[in-house]
């Protein structure tokens, strides 16, 4: 019994892991104003970007550096496309998400000459941490959201850049503007950041338990981080809750015998309790778009 | 007004830009660009088989793009044609494997039950937003990835055929779609046409539409002219639903006569694209979902004839809908505006 417990409970973390990180890139996006849909596709082409890197040179940390850069660079790449061609940030976003999709797949075959996924031979993934006890044992991402959270929380809540990049975020940036503040390079660099802590998510996704790469790895997680995100009203420590919460949902497909319910129950659940939370959400604050 | 040299310029500008990126993603795969390029345009409409093949590709997405259009002319935003075209599938194949259905009637019940259960999952994601105040853009969203796993279920569960392993039986044959005629063309491409041409006209010359015109220009004002904005959204989403899940009907009547697991992978965002190159108007949808379908089916081509992967007409699609709905490019005169207030 106990086994089943803490089984659940590394399970929990592992599935929460990537949210978490999703879920901050969504909320440091939202704090800007920007509602970041290109998440799954940042999520995506992290976890592709280790993989492959890793396959490449063998080490994983190169190839999470990669991954990391790589989600900032998309972060960028939104933002100039946004402000310079002028297109709406959501289609930006859009965009992103299928190019991603398509250079992945495409990509894995010119690269590696593969479909489907990459073998798992090919693949070095990231070392655990901790090897005893078993529930504390994780690899290095799992242990950075750590300071990452608390980070995020003490800037918006306490720094004086905090302020400023809420302030940026704040309806069209007009205020921020008239106080003098660098409304772009705020919002550009909120962007980058988000973009970074998607695809270390990434990294995790395919570097940091199993080393796997699978076409379209992401299913949906960038999605429910952004739901996870509005949920949690863009706060650090309420969201980090709610994507705990999440990955206990998303980990009892392991545990639940087929028998009982069908495996494809479980996967739906999360995204019908994002729903259901969103629904139970909008019930208790006013909705000032739409 | 037209200025000549101003249209001849920003086209040719998209043009050319498209082609460095092809060439530039193309180049990468060891195959000279004008060979992929040859392939794509030989596969696309080198033959009339080529040509009547790319027609049925465009129809569910032109259908797909329209159930994201319409919509959006009242303001509401489906993105969920993927989950309601899927559900409109699996509808659609198991009342086309039902073996007492008089035939003259088959093919329509088909298709109409495709349509009936791609409004309904629309529905959902309109209740939500009618009743919770959630926004259709997330919740479309997600249903469509709860309708994968649901269909995905019942293909290998409930709705499953004997002798396959996740999918459903094959539909009658009165209820199939067969192409004909020299191009092979089936009828849903005069399907696809007239409901772009039945858009456009209740849009610009129905009442009704004219009161979906008003609420997503301006809500306010159609509110103060007595409409009501959420009601109207909520409804155009429903009828968006049901028209992506037409689009998986004919999917099914035509191209795979049954639903089966993973049976068209990103068809839905594909009609999503078709929707934005056609900056949300229905004839554009028309165009955009008849350029689309050429374009992927000549990929196809290049994909076996060389070493180009067929995904790589993703990247085609995503400049090109960042090139044409770029406001700075101003390529094309209508504004695509999504966003909405603060998150």
Redo the contacts between chains.
């Keep these: 019994m106990e086994n089943i417990v803490l089984g659940l409970l590394s399970a929990t973390i592992r599935q929460a892991t990537p949210l978490i990180y999703v879920a901050m890139a969504a909320l440091v996006a939202n704090r800007a104003g920007v509602l970041d849909v290109a998440l799954e596709g940042k999520l995506l082409s992290g976890a592709f970007v280790a993989a492959a890197v890793s396959a490449l040179t063998g080490s994983p940390w190169l190839g999470v550096i990669a991954a990391v850069f790589v989600g900032g660079m998309f972060g960028e790449i939104m933002w100039t496309v946004h402000k310079r061609l002028q297109v709406d940030i959501i289609i930006t976003g859009l965009a992103v998400n299928l190019l991603v999709g398509g250079a992945t797949i495409m990509l894995m075959r010119i690269v590696f000459g593969v479909r489907g996924s990459l073998p798992a031979d090919m693949i070095t993934g990231l070392p655990v941490l901790v090897s005893k006890p078993l529930w504390l044992s994780y690899s290095m991402p799992v242990f950075f959201l750590i300071p990452l959270v608390v980070a995020t929380y003490v800037l918006y809540r306490h720094t004086a850049m905090g302020l400023r990049l809420r302030a940026a975020g704040f309806g069209d940036g007009e205020i921020a503007r008239t106080y003098g503040l660098d409304v772009d390079r705020l919002k550009r660099w909120s962007m980058i950041a988000g973009g970074s802590m998607a695809g270390m998510g990434g990294a995790y996704l395919s570097l940091g338990f199993l080393a796997v790469y699978v076409d379209d790895m992401s299913a949906g997680r960038g999605f429910m981080g952004l739901a996870l995100a509005l949920i949690g009203r863009s706060r650090p420590l309420p969201v980090t809750a709610w994507c705990l919460f999440f990955g206990f949902l998303l980990s009892l497909d392991g545990y639940v015998s087929i028998s009982v319910l069908p495996s494809q129950f479980f996967l739906m659940l999360p995204y019908a309790a994002s729903l259901i939370a969103l629904a139970a959400w909008g019930i208790f604050t006013t909705n000032k778009g739409g | 007004m037209m200025d000549f040299s101003f249209i001849v310029r920003r086209t040719g500008f998209l043009i050319v830009a498209i082609i460095f990126i092809t060439a530039v993603?193309v180049s990468?795969?060891?195959t000279s660009p004008f060979q992929a390029i040859n392939a794509l345009m030989e596969g696309a409409f080198g033959n009339p088989q080529a040509v009547g093949a790319s027609l049925n590709r465009s129809v569910p997405l032109i259908l797909g793009g329209l159930a994201v259009t319409l919509p959006f002319r009242a303001g509401a935003f489906n993105?969920g044609v993927e989950g309601q075209l899927y559900v409109g599938a699996i509808a659609a194949a198991w009342i086309g494997a039902q073996p007492d259905i008089p035939p003259a009637i088959h093919l329509f019940l088909v298709l109409a039950t495709g349509a009936l259960t791609g409004a309904l999952w629309a529905a959902i994601a309109a209740m939500?937003?009618l009743?919770?105040?959630?926004?259709?853009?997330?919740?479309t969203?997600?249903?469509?990835?709860?309708a994968l796993?649901?269909t995905?279920?019942l293909a290998?569960?409930p709705l499953k055929a004997e002798d396959m392993a996740a999918a459903t039986r094959l539909i009658a044959p009165a209820a199939r779609m067969d192409g004909f005629g020299q191009l092979g063309l089936h009828g849903g491409i005069v399907l696809a046409i007239m409901a772009a041409l039945g858009i456009y006209i209740f849009l610009h010359n129905m009442q009704a539409g004219h009161v979906v015109s008003v609420t997503g220009d301006n809500a306010t004002a159609a509110r103060i002219g007595g409409m009501r904005p959420e009601l109207t959204?909520a409804v155009v989403l429903i009828v968006g639903g049901s028209l992506a899940g037409l689009a998986g009907a004919v999917e099914v009547a035509a191209t795979h006569y049954r639903f089966f697991e993973g049976f068209a992978p990103?068809l839905g965002?594909d009609g999503?694209?078709a929707a934005?190159i056609g900056v949300c108007a229905p004839l554009g949808t028309l165009i955009g979902g008849l350029a689309l379908g050429f374009l992927k089916n000549g990929a196809l081509t290049m994909d076996i004839f060389t070493?180009v992967?067929r995904?790589?007409?993703?990247?085609v699609?995503?400049?090109l809908?960042?090139l044409i709905?770029?406001?700075?490019?101003g390529l094309v005169r209508r504004e695509?505006?999504?966003?909405?207030?603060?998150?």
Excluded: C
């Design positions: 993603s990468l795969s060891g993105l939500l937003k009743w919770f105040r959630v926004h259709e853009l997330l919740s969203l997600l249903l469509n990835y709860i796993s649901l995905s279920y290998g569960g959204r990103g965002f999503i694209t934005l070493q992967p995904e790589a007409i993703s990247i699609q995503a400049v809908i960042i709905t770029s406001r700075r490019l695509l505006r999504i966003s909405m207030g603060d998150p």
